[in-house]
């Protein structure tokens, strides 16, 4: 029997390393990526399901508010009216009766309400379930406008609201030429601010019938009242200070008993005072 102990191999024969080769086949790790995969695809159906319903339950939930009766307008609240007379107010609402609250266009109906010449504001907004309420500010009126073929109403930032004819006010007069009025809007004479500022001060003093007041523009410089018989020509500007003298001269005046015909307060030094004989 040989002894193969001592027998020497061959180099080409021999391995190249004599370490032990190990190889593992791992075929748990891609059953749980597949599955992993598998579970994913589910939960993104699973979400598309879910949206889709929500969407759905959203379109259908979306159609009985904009068709339920519940919700169709009954009856407009309209608040703030002083003026307007009841054919200007069933003319703002008409459009709104039968319609769905929710379809109801506020800022267009806003925007129709402020189109009147009385209404200087309005703020339109829904009362659920079937109501509209509307509320209006009204212009004011402060003075009458006299432009030689006509007589209007202005509130205080010279907007005109409506032609009135010859029927008497309580509101004083003012006299000035302008062209191309037209209600609704503001009076572009020169001068018209500045005179309805100095109604205001007037306003303001006392003792004034305002009713009984006419301003008369003589020109762009030039302010001219006419009050109880008497003519006061004031200028222009510094209107509070020249009233403060007007009233001093005029006491004078009746301390005096003398009766006059006017006072010219147009220079800032000095008063004439035209005495009737």
Do not use: C
Request: aromatic share 8%; proline share 3%.
């Amino acid at each position: 029997m040989k002894d193969y102990k001592n027998v020497t191999v061959p180099r080409k024969y021999r391995a190249q390393s004599s370490g032990t080769i190990v190889r593992r086949v791992n075929r748990g790790r891609r059953s749980r990526s597949r599955a992993s995969k598998a579970a994913g695809t589910f939960l993104q159906f699973l979400s598309a399901m879910v949206l889709l319903g929500t969407l759905t339950l959203g379109w259908f939930g979306y159609q009985w508010f904009l068709h339920a009766d519940v919700f169709r307008v009954a009856g407009v609240d309209v608040k703030g009216v002083r003026h307007l007379g009841e054919k200007d107010i069933r003319a703002m609402v008409s459009g709104f009766t039968g319609k769905n609250t929710f379809l109801v266009d506020l800022d267009d109906a806003a925007r129709t309400a402020r189109a009147h010449p009385w209404v200087k504001e309005a703020r339109v907004y829904r009362s659920l379930p079937n109501r509209v309420s509307i509320v209006l500010t009204e212009r004011v009126p402060r003075a009458v406008l006299d432009n030689g073929s006509g007589r209007y109403l202005l509130d205080d930032g010279g907007v005109v609201i409506e032609k009135i004819g010859r029927r008497g006010t309580p509101f004083p007069v003012v006299k000035i030429r302008a062209r191309n009025v037209r209600v609704g809007e503001r009076v572009a004479a020169e001068k018209m601010a500045e005179t309805l500022a100095f109604l205001d001060t007037l306003s303001a003093r006392g003792g004034w019938r305002m009713s009984d007041v006419v301003v008369k523009v003589d020109t762009p410089e030039s302010l001219t009242v006419h009050y109880g018989g008497h003519t006061f020509r004031l200028g222009s500007g510094h209107y509070e200070e020249k009233l403060q003298r007007l009233s001093e001269v005029l006491s004078d005046v009746k301390r005096r008993g003398l009766t006059f015909a006017y006072v010219d307060l147009r220079s800032d030094r000095q008063v004439a005072v035209k005495i009737k004989r």
